[in-house]
């Protein structure tokens, strides 16, 4: 096995993940990546004026002001003179975050990187892009950002769920396999929440409120306790009349942030910091724009030729549940043992706040690998465009 370098995961804190205009919709996406940093840095042992670089992945930017990573960094204490980068891979722009950090770091060109992603989809604006030179007269349409930019092909102009709908038809996925999927990943998820797994990630976010009132969130929003089979098959199919696509199998609109601090190995000695993890490696690969939710797949099969691996050396995945037609697509491709996916329920029940769920798969892998002691997982993620990417990482035992 060939390993490439000496990154390595310092620590990761993520904040819960809120519904569509839920608990978390009166914070910026800022605000939120802004505690997932300062969280970050607080279980690294390590402080803000150490870090040499902070790269934050957002995809809906509209509206945020300039550069919203730097003002996340701002918001977590981050002193001025550490630049900042803000990514926007789409789906995958928080989890190459970290790849580039990974870079800059095997590169010499920093010793302490945080990296991460945020999105606050409740937040996203509505435009009006004839409005700057004049209408004139009649009618025109007003676009919703949050599809627009981050939920809608730009090459097809059609909805992400009617390619999903398109390849788990090609794939022969159908919705009953679909529905069992997303069960399994709410009884997953409530399971995690109830043993307290997923409190280990989250950093509680205190939500102002009316006459000086705050209110704490701990917990993730979406998981349901009450789904069931019966209540998944009698969702209707969304965005395709006859597809097997529903609200049920798909993840939520969903707001967040998630971090990490990484660097290198000398540097983490140096501060006398143990690492959680070392990243080995990553691969990016990109299909037709249609065939997107097949993309991890692929980045997956590169990453472990890469290394000289194969899927059975591998002790846990953590893909994104972009629907969870991803997942059974995927495996068709990649015959994973499917009891080493997701074993924490994935983003069809946690959510998907689009900007931070790569870096949220990966904390999320960090944490289960220490807790069975070690071994080797993968994160890997689909984009927007026909994008895949995937990460390899190794927690010592």
């Known amino acids: 096995m060939r390993e490439q370098g000496q990154t390595v995961i310092l620590s990761a804190a993520r904040t819960p993940f809120g519904r569509f205009g839920g608990a978390l919709s009166s914070l910026p996406a800022v605000q939120l990546?802004?505690?997932a940093i300062r969280e970050a840095l607080r279980r690294a042992g390590v402080s803000a004026e150490q870090v040499d670089e902070v790269i934050m992945g957002m995809v809906v930017q509209a509206g945020a002001g300039q550069i919203p990573s730097r003002q996340a960094a701002r918001a977590a204490g981050i002193p001025w003179d550490v630049p900042t980068e803000t990514i926007n891979k789409v789906c995958a722009s928080g989890l190459r975050s970290v790849t580039l950090a990974d870079q800059i770091i095997r590169a010499g060109d920093a010793g302490l990187v945080v990296a991460g992603g945020m999105e606050s989809m409740s937040n996203a604006p509505y435009a009006l892009p004839r409005a700057r030179w004049g209408m004139r007269m009649g009618h025109d349409r007003i676009y919703d950002l949050m599809i627009h930019d981050g939920l809608e092909c730009a090459f097809d102009g059609v909805h992400m769920a009617v390619h999903g709908n398109r390849v788990a038809r090609e794939y022969g996925i159908d919705r009953q396999a679909q529905d069992e999927w997303a069960l399994r990943s709410h009884q997953r998820a409530i399971a995690a929440i109830d043993s307290g797994k997923l409190a280990e990630e989250i950093v509680p976010v205190e939500v102002p409120g009316k006459k000086g009132a705050v209110h704490t969130v701990q917990e993730d929003e979406a998981p349901r306790r009450d789904t069931s089979l019966e209540k998944l098959a009698q969702l209707p199919p969304v965005f395709v009349e006859d597809g097997t696509i529903t609200a049920g199998n798909?993840?939520?609109?969903?707001?967040?942030?998630?971090?990490?601090?990484?660097?290198?190995?000398e540097r983490a000695q140096e501060l006398g910091v143990q690492p959680l993890a070392a990243i080995v490696a990553h691969a990016a690969v990109s299909v037709e724009a249609a065939y997107f939710p097949i993309a991890p797949a692929y980045a997956i099969q590169k990453l472990l030729k890469k290394v000289g691996m194969t899927l059975e050396s591998i002790d846990l995945f953590e893909v994104n549940e972009a629907f969870a037609a991803v997942v059974l697509a995927c495996q068709k491709i990649t015959p994973w043992d499917e009891e080493k996916v997701n074993v924490n329920g994935g983003a069809v029940a946690l959510g998907h706040p689009i900007g931070a769920s790569g870096a949220r798969?990966?904390?999320?892998?960090?944490y289960e690998l220490r807790r069975r002691g070690g071994g080797y997982g993968v994160a890997a993620i689909c984009s927007g465009g026909g994008q895949g990417d995937a990460v390899l990482i190794r927690v010592d035992g």
Do not use: E, F, K, Y
């Not at 798969?361 to 960090?366: E, R, S």
């Open 33 to 35: 990546g802004g505690a």
């Open 250 to 265: 798909a993840p939520g609109v969903n707001d967040g942030a998630a971090a990490l601090v990484l660097a290198s190995r």
């Open 361 to 366: 798969i990966l904390g999320t892998l960090v």
